[in-house]
Structure formats: structure tokens, C-alpha cells
Nanobody, 123 residues
């Protein structure tokens, strides 16, 4: 039974940086591909980035390419999302989720979700 906990959110000025962490327990992280999603008030949840469980494939939404970097440390059961050059439109609750598949998961393949962490980008 996999449990995920997000951390690292907070308030940052436009152009600033934050690193989010997704820490897993109850299962070995290397079994799971991990995705990051976000949801802003009044908007639908959207995919941000993901990293595959074994081959190191990554995906980034067009809106964050060149600014966000996803990485994993299986020994520490942690996936990180480094967010640079943050914009007000990045403000949202960020969630991590896990899928027991190889490669980049489809949305319906995510089995476990964290509780979310708030990211606010404002001057």
C-alpha cells in the first residue's frame, strides 16, 4: 500500500524558485512512475511533469518546459520537482501521484495520490 506526501510548497515572488518533494512510504518507489499535477481555484487539474519508474523518461507540460526539472532518488524514496522562473500562473495546489507502469503513464493509470502542497507566486 503506497502512500505519498508532498512538501516544499510556499510563497515565492515571480521569478523565484521552489523545490517540491514527493516522499513515498509503504512500498518501494522504484516500482512506480511518478507524476506531478496542479490545480488552481476554478480550474481543472492539469499534468505538470512525470518521470518513469526505470528507464528515466521524463515529460513536461509545454507551460513549464525549460523552467521545471523532475528527478528521483529511489534510495530515499523521493521524487523532486525543481521549479525555476516561477510565474503567477503557476499558483496552484500541487499533487504527486504514482502509476505502476513502465514509461509515461496515462491519467487513468495513477493509483495513489498525495494530499497536495500549496504554491503561491505573488509579489
Amino acid at each position: 500500500q503506497l502512500q505519498l506526501v508532498e512538501s516544499g510548497g510556499g510563497l515565492v515572488q515571480p521569478g523565484g524558485s521552489l523545490t517540491l518533494s514527493c516522499t513515498a512510504s509503504g512500498s518501494t518507489l522504484d516500482y512506480w512512475s511518478i507524476g506531478w499535477f496542479r490545480q488552481a481555484p476554478g480550474k481543472e487539474r492539469e499534468g505538470v511533469s512525470c518521470i518513469s519508474r526505470s528507464e528515466g523518461l521524463t515529460y513536461y507540460a509545454d507551460s513549464v518546459k525549460g523552467r521545471f526539472t523532475i528527478s528521483r532518488d529511489n534510495a530515499k524514496n523521493t521524487v523532486s520537482l525543481r521549479m525555476n522562473s516561477l510565474k503567477p500562473e503557476d499558483t496552484a495546489v500541487y499533487y504527486c501521484a504514482a502509476a505502476p507502469v513502465t514509461g509515461i503513464p496515462l491519467i487513468g493509470q495513477y493509483d495513489s495520490w498525495g494530499q497536495g502542497t500549496q504554491v503561491t507566486v505573488s509579489s
